[in-house]
């Protein structure tokens, strides 16, 4: 009776895993790990925890500081709700183009993909826009960020979340770029879904942003 030894190639299969030929070496180069995450998703959301943190002591610091600014203007003298709602809407719908791109790699509808992408990028380059409009009108009322503590908190908070839909678009300009130049294909999807957390974090905390910069100023 021969007893069975294991071979060092063995690998076991890992729940979550692609179950396809070029399994091993694919969990190698995402390295996969006993969370069942490959390490460059792993990484991402700790990246996003991080700045989770920062974002939130933005957010607080905004709110530590309402209402104590000695000159104006005032939140409530410059800011344009419809135009802001307008913007919030757009960056949302990002999102939901986001998830078509990713759908879209996912089932090698390379077309649709590079379509849903450009158009994700496309939408946040237009947010970026109602952004920095919004940032001209204010400064053309008077306010910078230096001129009283709601300017200064205020343009520390929303410029650094516009920073963050910057790196965005050209990340994903970047990505559809790249399927252009090397054949792309779902198992390229793990790389856009990566994006496409970064992307739906930064909405995320736009909404919270929003609420509670923009809308609590008229309750």
């Not at 069975?4 to 729940?15: E, I």
């Not at 779902?186 to 923009?214: C, M, N, P, R």
Request: proline share 5%.
């Amino acid at each position: 009776m021969s007893a069975h030894v294991a071979h060092p190639t063995d690998v076991p299969r890992v729940d979550g895993a692609p179950d396809q030929p070029g399994t091993r070496g694919m969990m190698t180069r995402l390295g996969w790990r006993s969370t069942r995450l490959p390490d460059v998703k792993l990484l991402m959301w700790v990246f996003l925890a991080s700045d989770c943190m920062m974002f939130g002591a933005l957010i607080g610091t905004y709110l530590a500081y309402h209402n104590r600014s000695l000159v104006p203007p005032f939140p409530i003298d410059v800011f344009d709700i419809p135009l802001t709602t307008v913007s919030s809407f757009v960056l949302l719908m990002s999102s939901f183009l986001m998830v078509l791109a990713l759908h879209s790699l996912r089932i090698d509808d390379i077309p649709k993909f590079r379509l849903w992408t450009f158009g994700v990028a496309l939408f946040g380059s237009i947010f970026l826009g109602f952004q920095v409009y919004e940032f001209v009108h204010f400064v053309n009322a008077g306010l910078s960020i230096h001129h009283n503590l709601f300017g200064t908190t205020f343009f520390v908070l929303t410029g650094t979340h516009g920073i963050h839909v910057a790196v965005g678009v050209l990340w994903l300009l970047g990505f559809l770029i790249q399927s252009y130049v090397r054949p792309t294909s779902s198992k390229d999807a793990v790389y856009l879904e990566i994006a496409g957390l970064y992307w739906h974090f930064v909405d995320i905390v736009w909404i919270v942003i929003f609420t509670v910069v923009y809308l609590v100023e008229f309750v």
